[in-house]
């Protein structure tokens, strides 16, 4: 094994049980089974199979770097293996973010969402895996921004030495495919004038100035302008590294305390608050939701995967829980209306063009002279 460790997360939707709710227990024990084939053993040192809401999420440690060939080709085969599984128990979507059989309404074809960094393994090596369901990459802007540049979270900006100078963000433009990189604390306006907009602008990873290394990444990817409207809301994973020089591990959990409101609930085209939940908890129910967040904590000892710890299972965070539910009561009394509804371009689903093109004689132009008054009397 070289020096450097890489840490990559794949992750995909190959098939809902129920509907697009959780993950049938047989993909879970397929994709075991094909990470645990012997055959295919010499290429990662450690694996873990784990889900949220209706994905599949590979968890794997190698040596092989990150965009590796062979590793894509064995997580893109172990999805193909449990879509199998899927269309035999003809799971809702059955290898939907590979190929389709059943209808989903999304446009395909945006595959699996990944998440890599390499790194030399510390003296303890403590990581973070979050996995989020319903939602899309930019629903991390806002818990990147508390981790690694809001001294209000984490009190190691301001009284860690090894923290003190701060982070550096590789930000995203998903729509132009464009990228570019601030510092923290000196460019912090300008850099949350781009985050502040998670439907465009993600970020892709954090560095760490005084390590010069990396700290978090996510599964951030380009979207694709189809139908005119953007698609490929990809529910996200997101990994970081804590400790030593990085954010403490309560501090990486401390802004889901508080959920924030992402887009993706009901049909990828609602806002909800994002729930923090326990691994068990993890499926979506109520109008498809409300989105969900899982994350587990590994300590990485020689590329082993020694974990997880489920820790959104905590009490601690059973107010966040009560919150988002509250969130949830008030944003569905809106029913149709943004912002509960997202806005026209951000639907995933949008029966506007077909509604419009059905009424299109109908609008006339607005000096135009009209009395609809005679036209709206209830003939008896
Ligand atoms: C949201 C999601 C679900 C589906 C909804 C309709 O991201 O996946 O809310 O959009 O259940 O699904 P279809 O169109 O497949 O019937
Ligand atoms: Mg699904
Ligand atoms: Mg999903």
């Avoid at 419009?356 to 607005?366: C, E, G, H, S």
Wanted: with cysteine; aromatic share 8%.
């Amino acid at each position: 094994m070289s020096e450097k460790l890489t840490l990559s997360v794949i992750k995909a939707d190959v098939g809902g049980f129920v509907g697009h709710s959780g993950v049938h227990v047989k993909l879970l024990e397929r994709a075991e089974e094909m990470l645990s084939r012997s055959d295919r053993r010499h290429l990662l040192v450690d694996h873990c199979v784990a889900h949220v809401g209706d994905d599949v999420n590979l968890i794997m440690t190698h040596d092989r770097g990150v965009d590796d060939r062979e590793i894509h080709h064995l997580a893109w085969e172990t999805f193909e293996a449990c879509t199998e599984v899927a269309k035999e128990l003809k799971l809702y979507g059955a290898g939907q973010d590979l190929l389709s059989d059943a209808f989903s309404g999304n446009v395909r074809g945006m595959g699996p969402g990944v998440a890599e960094m390499e790194f030399v393994e510390r003296k303890s090596e403590p990581v973070v895996v979050f996995m989020a369901d319903k939602t899309e990459p930019g629903a991390w802007n806002y818990p990147i921004y508390k981790i690694f540049a809001d001294p209000f979270n984490t009190a190691g900006l301001v009284i860690d030495p090894k923290m003190h100078r701060g982070f550096r963000f590789e930000v995203h433009d998903l729509i132009d495919a464009k990228k570019v990189s601030f510092v923290a604390p000196e460019e912090l306006y300008d850099l949350l004038v781009f985050i502040g907009a998670p439907g465009r602008y993600c970020v892709k990873s954090v560095y760490s100035r005084e390590l010069g290394e990396i700290a978090a990444t996510s599964s951030t990817q380009r979207l694709n302008l189809m139908a005119g409207r953007y698609v490929g809301k990809d529910d996200p994973v997101l990994v970081v590294r804590c400790q030593s020089g990085m954010p403490a591990v309560g501090e990486v959990l401390e802004p889901f305390s508080r959920p924030h409101l992402v887009s993706g609930w009901m049909r990828g085209s609602h806002v909800g608050p994002l729930m923090p939940v326990g691994v068990a908890d993890s499926a979506p129910t109520r109008f498809d939701g409300p989105p969900r967040v899982v994350a587990l904590g590994f300590q990485i000892s020689g590329g082993r995967l020694v974990g997880p710890q489920d820790f959104f299972a905590d009490v601690a965070f059973d107010e966040a829980r009560r919150t988002a539910n509250q969130l949830a009561d008030y944003l569905r009394g809106l029913g149709p209306f943004e912002p509960h509804r997202l806005h026209l371009e951000e639907m995933e689903y949008t029966t506007l063009p077909d509604v419009m093109q059905r009424l299109a004689k109908r609008f006339k132009p607005v000096e135009e002279e009209e009395d609809w008054s005679e036209e709206s009397k209830i003939d008896a």
